[in-house]
Structure formats: C-alpha cells, structure tokens
C-alpha cells in the first residue's frame, strides 16, 4: 500500500468501512466507524479505496471512554438519590 491523504474512504477486509486520519511512509492510521482509530505499517497494509480525500479533511472526533472513577463516582451518585427518595 502506498501513502495516502488524509480524508480519504477505506475498506478493510476487517474492520470495514474508515477514514485515513494521517499517512506517511511508515504508519498509517484509521479511524473506523464501528471499531475506533486503529494503526497500521502502511508497507504491510491491504485496503480498498473508496473514494478520494475531499478538499478539506473533516476534523474526527475523539472517542473516550469514561475512567474508572467516572463511573463509580455516576454509581454512587446514583445511589445517594436513590436513598433519598
């Protein structure tokens, strides 16, 4: 595979459909829409292009999942409600 731009539509065998969010020589990373942002050695990289990278990159959110304290934290708030009612 060679260096893309960044923008472009992929489709890889597994995880399907993506968008490159940067390329060089070396690496190659993807952001895909059911499985996240995923790197890859873009010499060994096999995907099919979709379609070209549009004029301007669209801006890729970033995906985060909540820590560990956020949650136990929601927990027991949720908790203390509970018992007040």
């Known amino acids: 595979m060679q260096v893309m731009q960044e923008g472009q539509t992929i489709k890889h ?3 399907g459909l993506g968008i490159v969010t940067a390329s060089d020589q070396e690496r190659t990373a993807v952001d895909f829409d ?6 890859f050695v873009t010499s060994i990289m ?3 292009l979709i379609g070209e990278a549009p004029a301007t990159p669209p801006k890729t959110k970033r995906r985060r999942k909540a820590s560990t304290a956020a949650k136990a934290a929601k927990k ?3 908790a203390a ?3 007040r009612s």
Request: charge should be negative.
């Open 13 to 15: 065998e597994v995880y």
């Open 34 to 39: 059911d499985h996240g942002a995923k790197l």
């Open 81 to 83: 409600a509970a018992s």
């Open 76 to 78: 027991a708030a949720a």
């Open 46 to 48: 096999t995907a099919e």
